[in-house]
């Protein structure tokens, strides 16, 4: 019995890109969509698209994306999903190469255990078109979740990671089950389960069959 679960943010707890969400309201929506697009297939180094493309939002308001951050579109079956997990006492984290604005939000919405993410850095309440964090490379999710498990004494067996994009390679590799949920090429090959229904309610049936 798999005792944590692992979950990626953009595309897979939530319903589409928190930074193009962002980046629609500085009408550039089409200029970071792309990158964020290259980037999960793993045609470009994460950490230098993630710079990249947050340097579109420099000049966005602090508190406007906030708000959108506070509204952003879940996926479905996600509450069904994690409330399920809490009943079997699986523990849930989020790594997430997108922001704590978001998935902050989220953890209190849906309820999941805790999230690593990375900030949008602002001065006087305006985006500077900075960020920093935790997840900012491309390995930075299996890095993270080695530690964990060695915190928790959990073996790669009892771990289950759930994710859509080239980033979340290096923790399907730190994790016994490794769930491609809708997702790009790259993240499949290296996934126990492919699941391409959008609907996170698919989830719940793999990890029964566990």
């Not at 928190?18 to 629609?24: E, H, K, S, V």
């Not at 790594?95 to 902050?104: E, L, V």
């Not at 309440?125 to 928790?152: A, I, P």
Request: aromatic share 8%; with cysteine.
């Amino acid at each position: 019995m798999i005792k944590l679960a692992v979950f990626d943010f953009d595309s897979t707890l939530m319903d589409g890109e928190t930074i193009n969400f962002l980046a629609r309201e500085m009408g550039v929506e089409a200029e970071v969509a792309g990158i964020t697009k290259r980037a999960m297939a793993g045609e470009l180094d994460f950490f230098e698209s993630l710079r990249e493309r947050v340097a579109f939002l420099r000049g966005l308001s602090e508190a406007r994306a906030r708000e959108i951050c506070a509204s952003l579109p879940y996926m479905n079956g996600a509450g069904e999903l994690l409330a399920f997990l809490r009943e079997r006492g699986v523990k849930t984290l989020v790594f997430s190469g997108g922001f704590h604005m978001a998935t902050d939000v989220a953890q209190r919405e849906l309820g999941f255990g805790a999230s690593f993410a990375n900030e949008l850095h602002a001065k006087g309440g305006v985006l500077t078109g900075l960020v920093g964090g935790e997840m900012m490379f491309g390995d930075s999710k299996g890095k993270m979740l080695s530690r964990v498990r060695e915190f928790l004494g959990l073996s790669v067996s009892e771990v289950l990671a759930v994710g859509d994009g080239a980033n979340d390679v290096s923790m399907f590799k730190e994790a016994g089950f490794g769930v491609a949920f809708c997702a790009n090429e790259v993240l499949k090959k290296a996934a126990t389960f492919v699941v391409e229904k959008r609907d996170l309610r698919e989830v719940i049936e793999v990890v029964k069959g566990l």
